[in-house]
Every structure is written in C-alpha cells, then in structure tokens.
C-alpha cells in the first residue's frame, strides 16, 4: 500500500555469536603455565635424584610468571590505581625475595586465574560506531545544476555518481527507491515516502513533495526524487548521530569494580598487619604468610564468577549481557528512561479503526481492500490484511490492481471498482465522491488514514465509503511492569519519544510515567540522558532503533530490544533483549542485582575468613606454604557461593 510506505530496511544483524560469551585463550596462557610448572616442580621432589631441581624450577616459574603480573601492578600504581592486585603483587615480590617458590606460584595462579575470569566476563567490546558508520551512504547520484530545457523534469536526466565527500551545498541529487538520503536537503521534484524510523523511532512513514525538507538517514521507499543538498554530508543529521555515539562512549568514565572498592579498606588493613608481625617477630616468612593469607582471591575471583553466573543466567532468559561492567550497572540504576515507538508499542503501525459513512459496513470497506492489498509488500498493506484476518473475514480475488506510488492502490474486485489510498488518489478516480470524502473524519483522532471507496460497475447503487485509521498500539501488561520496577528499585521513569509530543504525554499518563518529552531527535534524548545523569542519577535507557544508538550508549547501562535483528542499537547498549518482549528489562534487573548482591557476600564471607587466618599468621602459628593451601579452601568456598548466581533466583525469572 503505497498511500503510506514500505517498512524499513532490516537492520544487520548483529547478534551472531553474542548468545555466548568469547573464551580469552591469551589469558588463559599464563594460569595454566603455572599449573605445569607447580606440578612439575612437586613432581621433581618425589624422585630421589631430582629432588634438588625442585626448588630452582620452581624459582625459575615464579619469577618469569609472576614478575609480568608484579610489573602491570605496579604500573598500576604508578597512574595512581591501587587496586585490588596490591596485596598479591607483595605477596609474590616477597615470595620471590624469600625463595617460598610454593606460595608465590599458588598466588600467581589465583591472580592470573582471576584475571581469566574477569576478561571472560568484559565479553566484547561495541562496535557501535563502526556499524553506524558502514551503514551510511557512500555514493550520491549528482544531477547537472540546470534542466535540460525549460519545463523538462530533472528525474530521467544523465546522472554522475560521485563520493559523498564530494557533495556541495546546493548540488542536486538523485534519489532512488530504497536509497538512503546521504544529506539534508530539500525536495526540487517528484513526491514520495519516506521511512524515518531510523531517525525518529517512529513506524509510520512520511509523505514529502516539492518543498518538503529532508534529512540524512532517512530511507526513500516509493518513488525517485530530487534533492538539493542544503548541508555537507559530513554535517547532517547521520553524521551527526554517529558522532553522538562516539562522543557518549568516549566521555562514559572508567567504572571502578566492585572488587576495587572494597580493597580500598582491606589493602591498608593488610599492610598494616604485616607491619605489626614484623614488629613482633622479625620474621620475614611470617610477613609472607601474612601476605598469603591475606591475597584478596575472594576479591578477585567472587565478582567475575557471581558475574558470569549472572550472564549464562540472563541468557537463558533471552537476555545478552555484553560485559561484567553492564551486569554490576544494572545493580546500580535508580531510573528506567525508555523510548515509545517500538519498545513500549510494538513499532509498526495498525489498525486502529474502519469506520464508514451512510450505513457503510465496516467489515465489507475492510474486506474489499484487503484484497486489492493482498499483493502488496508495503507496511500498511500488511497491516490491513493481518486486521481483516484477525476479523476472520473472507477475503475475494482481486484483478487489475494497479499500485501508485506514494498515494495508494487501485483495482477490480468481482463487479467493483476499488479504491485505497490518500484522498488525492481516491478523488481522482472517484472525483463524484469527493464531497463526501471531504467530509469525512476518522473516529480515532491522529494516526494515518487510508480512504476507501467501493463502488459497483453493474448498479446504480450508492459506494460504499469510509477511512481505516492506523497507529502504533501499546504492548500488553505495561502496567504491572512499571510497577515491578519500581519495587525493584527504579522509582524514576521518563519516556523519551521522537513522536510528537500530544501523542506522547497521554501515553506516559496512561502507564503512570511520571516524565514524559516528545518531537526530540537523537541529540535531544542524549542531552535528556545526561541531564538526568548530572543530577545524581543512574539511568537505564531502554531503546530499539537507530535514533536511539547515542543515549543508550550515553546511559549509565543500554538496553536494546532486538528481536528483528538490532543493528546499531545492539551495538550501542551494554544489555540485548533477544526476545521481543520489554519486560524483559526486570529480568535483566533482577539478575543483575542478585549477581552483585552474592558477590558481595562471597567477599565479604572470604575476607573476614582471611582477616582471621591474618591473625594467626601474625602471630607465627601458619607459614607460608601452609598458608597459601588455607587461601586455596578460603577461595574454593567463595567460588562455590558465588556461583549460586546461576540458578535460577525467585520470581518471575525462575
């Protein structure tokens, strides 16, 4: 159906290999040479000859392995990070300074496995950018400046494709069906549809002619046109959406990690207790049994194993966690801002209601141009066959259907001609019917209006005449789902929507969000995004479309809805939605919060059983080999903690 236009163009799909998180073979490298060489080294003790090998090999392995991890700690410490690592690198420097080849290679191993873990948890890194920038135009069809004589149309005349780079303003450029608009400009001849959706989030298409301004990133979808170019390419609205998404990734600072922060107290405390054994002791091995037992492994190993748990959990549920840091985000958040076109509607337009005039049958107006639509790939065509479907309606054979572009359908069904499009088209070929299409109003206010006229060949009896209305519809059970978030703790909510703003503030009332703001374009909902963030929130941004790309990248954490395939906004946001169903979000929540919340106890659990075990090394009764077989259990129990953030917890994502 052509009165309104073709859906938009599929979106790549950017999913593949996301259901999975990528193994890190490099990392893995360095836990498992000191495995070999732990078991190398003991292995030596048991055989009478060799034994005396044992303590050099072993030597050899921990300094070789452990000094890389020792040198990036300290380097660390150079930038002013002092993390989590601080008390294992000691540990291994004095091991290596002591010859306790033992205690420092089972550190190295707890450092490096954990190290493992955490890389296996950052997932892969957003090539938000880098789809953005491949989906934009790279060619423009540039007309010559002038017509080839006075009154001549410009669509038909030699073309030259040039670079995008190349265009000039006020150049004129050729537009073909189904070509991405490379700049903004305006309308110098012919008329068509255009699909927005990439810009505005919004479903239904935009009718443009002479006159009409443009903007890049648009897709035409019905018939050629000519533009005049009335901005660089590297200037408008496109270009400016994917440096809005560079910007937002490159200013989002660094996220300290659960871990770090509680080494903040426990590397000093630490420190100290090895100052107090030396005080007492002079014992240099008991400082080191006091650094072994005192390796913060529970800080290491909790987050990334709770953390994974939490991902492979999210990901039955159709949930893709791109990374550690989004999971422990979504613990944080304290406002959900969503996008309305597509996230909180189903995003494609429907019927919303046939209505015909002087005791026209509504179901016979829908019957007849569903069969016209029938063969029709356009959006709406789609949309009013799946409504004469769901109204089980009989739907005739159709014959000499005839599709203008742009304005609507023609065609014969049985003994009557039928029309369906805009009032334009349906008054030409029905031009004594156009009073009273002039005075016809759809019942439902706003939305796109298709006019149909159903007229008989064979009597004089009156057509049949009425308007089908289409709009985007709210998905089911919203309600109870805000309210769930806001136990959850989300207890702010804000609609952000390209749609107008009358559209949009009855919607938000409807569901009880409490802020709503409409007619905004990418840079509008990322300047909302960080207002927001500037006041003291977290923000969870939940969106589905390319116009919302830069504010999920913006948000404390992203989440995209992309059933059909996600594209740039995938890309863009930390969280994916696989399944086409918004309440997901409260899943991702859910897991997340739960995620942290066990990581937590493991570190908290681990380190008050380390804090114990410091103790009685300070006071001489543990040495270091001994000690780092007493972390190895410590560390063992927090694993296992840890890993009940895989089950399933309580409630709907059980």
């Known amino acids: 159906m052509t009165a309104a236009e073709s859906p938009a163009a599929e979106r790549p799909a950017s999913l593949e290999g996301r259901r999975a998180l990528p193994f890190p073979l490099a990392a893995a490298a360095a836990p498992i040479q000191t495995l070999l060489i732990l078991a190398f080294g003991l292995a030596l003790r ?108 410009l669509i038909g005349t030699a073309v030259t494709d040039v670079a995008v780079e190349r265009i000039a303003v006020g150049d004129l450029l050729l537009v073909r069906p ?11 001849e012919g008329s068509s549809s255009l699909d927005t959706s990439r810009i505005t989030g919004e479903p239904i298409p935009e009718r443009v002619g002479p006159g009409a301004q443009v903007r890049s990133g648009v ?98 549920r159709q949930v893709i966690v791109r990374n550690g840091t989004a999971l422990e985000l979504l613990a944080r958040v304290d406002t959900v ?3 309305k076109t597509g996230t909180l509607t189903h995003g494609r ?3 919303t209601s046939v209505e015909g005039i002087d005791g026209a049958s509504a179901d016979e107006l829908l019957r007849y141009a569903a069969a016209i639509e029938m063969g029709s790939g356009h959006l709406l065509a789609r949309s009013v066959l799946d409504e004469a479907t769901a109204r089980k ?60 006229v159903v007229e008989s060949l064979e009597q004089a009896a009156l057509p ?24 959850l703790g989300l207890t702010r909510t804000v609609l952000l929507s390209g749609d107008h703003v009358e559209n949009v503030r009855p919607m938000a009332e409807a569901l009880g969000i409490s802020e709503a703001q409409g007619d905004l374009l990418p840079d509008g909902k990322v300047a909302a995004v960080k207002a927001l963030e500037a006041s003291g929130h977290r923000v969870l941004m939940v969106g589905d479309g390319t116009n919302d790309a830069p504010a999920l990248s913006a948000a404390t954490v ?42 937590r106890q493991s570190i908290v659990a681990g380190l008050v059983l380390s804090g114990a075990a410091m103790v009685v090394a300070a006071l001489g009764f543990i040495p270091p080999t001994v000690g780092a077989l007493i972390q190895e259990g410590i560390d063992v129990a927090v694993i296992l903690n840890a890993l009940r953030a895989a089950s399933a917890p309580a409630g709907r994502t059980s």
Request: aromatic share 4%.
């Open 393 to 452: 309606l009989q739907i005739p054979s159709a014959r000499e259907i005839v599709e203008h572009a742009g304005r609507g359908v023609t065609g014969l069904v049985n003994a009557h001609r039928v029309s369906v499009g805009n009032r334009t088209l349906v008054g030409e070929h029905h031009p004594e019917r156009r009073t009273a299409l002039d005075a016809l109003h759809p019942a439902t206010a706003g939305g796109l209006r298709a006019y149909v």
């Open 219 to 316: 897709v035409n979808t019905a018939s050629p046109l000519v533009l005049r170019a009335t901005a660089l390419a590297s200037a408008s609205l496109y270009a400016r959406i994917v440096e809005l998404v560079r910007t937002a990734q490159g200013e989002k600072s660094p996220i300290q990690r659960l871990a770090d922060r509680w080494a903040v107290w426990f590397t000093p405390i630490t420190i100290l207790a090895c100052v107090i054994a030396w005080v007492i002791s002079r014992d240099p091995l008991r400082v080191l049994a006091v650094l072994v037992v005192a390796t913060p492994c529970p800080l290491l190993l909790a987050t990334p194993v709770a953390v994974i748990g939490g991902i492979n959990r999210a990901a039955r």
């Open 337 to 339: 801002v969503f996008d």
């Open 46 to 153: 048991l055989h009478p000859e060799l034994a005396r090998w044992s303590v050099p090999t072993l030597m050899t392995g921990l300094v070789f392995l452990g000094a890389p991890v020792a040198w990036r700690t300290i380097k660390g410490m150079l930038r002013g990070e002092f993390a989590a690592d601080v008390v294992a690198m000691l540990a291994i420097v004095t091991a290596i300074v002591l010859l306790e080849p033992i205690a420092g290679l089972v550190i190295v191993l707890m450092q490096t496995g954990g190290e493992l873990l955490e890389r296996y948890a950052e997932g892969r890194a957003s090539d938000a950018v880098r789809e953005l920038e491949a989906a934009a135009p790279r060619i423009a069809h540039r007309l010559a400046s002038e017509r080839p004589a006075a009154g001549d149309p």
């Open 349 to 351: 337009p429907a019927v």
């Open 464 to 487: 049949m005449i009425g308007v089908i209305t289409f709009g985007d519809r709210l998905r089911a059970d919203l309600p109870p789902f805000f309210q769930r978030l806001t136990q």
């Open 558 to 599: 992203g989440v995209a809805l992309a059933a059909h395939g996600g594209g740039i906004s995938a890309e863009a946001a930390g969280v994916v939605l696989l399944a086409d169903d918004v309440t997901r979000v409260e899943d991702a929540v859910r897991i997340g919060q739960r995620a942290v919340k066990i990581a």
């Open 178 to 188: 189904g070509e991405m608009i490379p700049c903004d400009g305006e309308v110098v």
